[in-house]
């Protein structure tokens, strides 16, 4: 069993919508990433905290993504206005030091429509 | 740049066979390198990693890979697999340092079919 906490485990929304996925990470882990994974099990890199400091990110996520990392509180990712081709399941990921194992989520299921 | 190949789709073998899942990196050194494993609307669940030392690793469920650096190879075995290991498996690299330390390159995955 996953001790990376996802919620929601699924969400509809219409193109344009906000979606919002939350991650609690293994506690004691301060690094947390976030991947996209397509229908063809293809996976994108998103973003990736140390505690709440970004340490990098890629162009999507600086135009229509936002997360962040708060001092206890869930981490977040949010997509500001959902397009078709955000369909995926967005997989977060913790661990202990960057560099380290990754253990995954659950993953949240994102149907744009 | 870094890169893995799993050139096998699909696996399809009957329960109680062996298996090997074949996997292929491109890496200008040594990379730490993990076998995930994903069933149906689930996560990726880490199955066995290796980081150095010993190319053999063991991993949960009686698995194991072996690490060679000569073929640039990390293939996943099992000795007798059961029907409940169906499901896809990923293998995946992450560079040693630098800035994208941590970043995990994936492999496309191979889907196993364990026939009863």
């Known amino acids: 069993n996953s001790k990376v906490i996802q919620t929601p485990r699924y969400l509809v929304k219409g193109q344009g919508q906000k979606a919002k996925m939350r991650c609690i990470p293994e506690?004691?882990?301060?690094?947390v990433f976030w991947y996209q994974q397509n229908k063809n099990n293809e996976f994108k890199f998103l973003i990736n905290f140390q505690n709440q400091e970004v340490l990098q990110q890629i162009d999507m996520t600086e135009k229509r993504f936002s997360a962040e990392c708060p001092s206890n509180s869930p981490c977040s990712l949010e997509i500001q206005s959902s397009e078709a081709g955000d369909s995926a399941l967005y997989l977060c990921a913790s661990s202990l030091i960057s560099g380290n194992t990754l253990y995954f989520g659950e993953g949240s299921r994102l149907i744009v429509v | 740049a870094q890169s893995v190949t799993q050139p096998d789709a699909r696996v399809t073998v009957s329960e109680g066979a062996s298996l090997q899942l074949r996997c292929k990196y491109s890496?200008?050194?040594?990379?730490?390198l993990f076998w995930y494993v994903q069933y149906p609307r689930q996560g990726l669940q880490l199955l066995l990693k290796y980081y150095s030392g010993d190319p053999v690793v063991q991993g949960v469920n009686s698995f194991e890979a072996e690490f060679s650096k000569s073929n640039s190879s990390f293939h996943l075995q099992k000795a007798s697999v059961h029907w409940s290991d169906s499901a896809v498996y990923f293998c995946a690299l992450s560079p040693q340092g630098g800035s994208a330390l941590g970043r995990l390159h994936f492999g496309a995955g191979t889907q196993l079919i364990v026939i009863p």
């Open positions: 890496y200008s050194a040594t990379p730490y």
């Open positions: 506690k004691g882990h301060p690094v």
